[in-house]
């Protein structure tokens, strides 16, 4: 089986990958649109967030107008990151912007960038994160990753992003290896964290909800001393997407290290605020306030019990 769907991945990517970008765009909307309409699941995880985070402010049909346009972007990027993979920096210009590259250009007295860790999350086409070295090509780019379950398939997965030159590290067996990559100059870490992170996360208000926050870009910033950004990647037309780099995050209060929970505190504001700019632009599908959910409707159960006992 695992075979299988390697051979039928691989026949699809060769696919994408032969067609032009822009036809590549609007089948993936295609595709995302069919997807909101037979996905029941992932479709009410989405519509129950935007209800959660904006409900006050938008009305229900507005709602699922964000959430129809969202799976048609999710459909386009995923598809477009295909094709992206394969394409050169001149053949991608076109299609890419960078904005803020100067804020990680600067150098130490050896003439390399120090390191720096970018907090990222999901947003636009973000796998064209891993093309910041297009721009700054005095840096190297490194991210880290959960492999697939299927072997075949993580591999498969694995060769197509490492055609950027990017530095994949899994979080679970690579972390001697991150250790090292860290301890020279000029990396550039690029760390999702707008999943929920379970119990190994802190809860922080985001879209005005708590909810479990990885550390890792706060954790990487301090042990190592590092300069932390935030980034974003924005959809501006079809097939077209500019990442912007945001202003440097504190990690200390003069020689004091700040906590970790008021350091990511402020990179949940950073990308909120993304979020908030173009709200169908981020991964809605991802259930990242189930625990929020969980105990509101254990309140309202214990609440509902409770008027139960007052009546009788």
């Known amino acids: 089986m695992d075979s299988i769907l390697y051979w039928v991945a691989r026949m699809l990517l060769a696919l994408i990958q032969s067609l032009p970008l822009m036809i590549v765009a609007r089948l993936g909307r295609s595709v995302g649109m069919l997807a909101y309409w037979l996905d029941a699941r992932h479709r009410k995880v989405a519509l129950s967030n935007l209800h959660l985070c904006f409900g006050r402010e938008k009305s229900a049909a507005e709602l699922r107008a964000v959430a129809r346009e969202n799976f048609r972007r999710i459909g386009e990027n995923f598809a477009c990151s295909a094709r992206t993979a394969v394409m050169t920096h001149e053949e991608l210009k076109p299609h890419f912007d960078l904005i803020g590259a100067e804020k990680i250009r600067s150098k130490t007295a050896t003439g390399r960038p120090p390191n720096r860790v970018v907090a990222i999350g999901h947003f636009g086409n973000f796998e064209l994160y891993v093309r910041f070295k297009d721009f700054v090509p005095e840096v190297t780019c490194a991210t880290t990753y959960r492999g697939l379950p299927q072997p075949s398939l993580d591999k498969l997965l694995k060769s197509m992003r490492e055609r950027s030159g990017c530095l994949f590290f899994e979080r679970r067996s690579d972390s001697d290896a991150l250790r090292e990559a860290m301890n020279g100059k000029g990396l550039l870490l690029g760390l999702l964290c707008d999943q929920n992170a379970g119990r190994a996360g802190v809860r922080l208000p985001f879209l005005g909800q708590e909810c479990s926050t990885s550390v890792a870009p706060a954790v990487f910033a301090l042990r190592y001393r590092c300069p932390l950004y935030t980034s974003i990647c924005y959809r501006v037309g079809l097939a077209h997407w500019r990442i912007e780099v945001g202003d440097l995050i504190a990690t200390h209060d003069g020689e004091k290290p700040r906590t970790v929970e008021a350091i990511m505190n402020d990179v949940n504001r950073a990308l909120e ?13 991802h ?9 509101k409707l254990k309140r309202a159960r214990k609440a509902a019990v409770a008027a139960q006992s007052n009546q009788t």
């Open 273 to 285: 605020a993304g979020v908030r700019r173009d709200p169908a632009n981020w991964f809605w599908v």
């Open 287 to 295: 259930d990242r306030w189930k625990e929020t959910r969980r105990r």
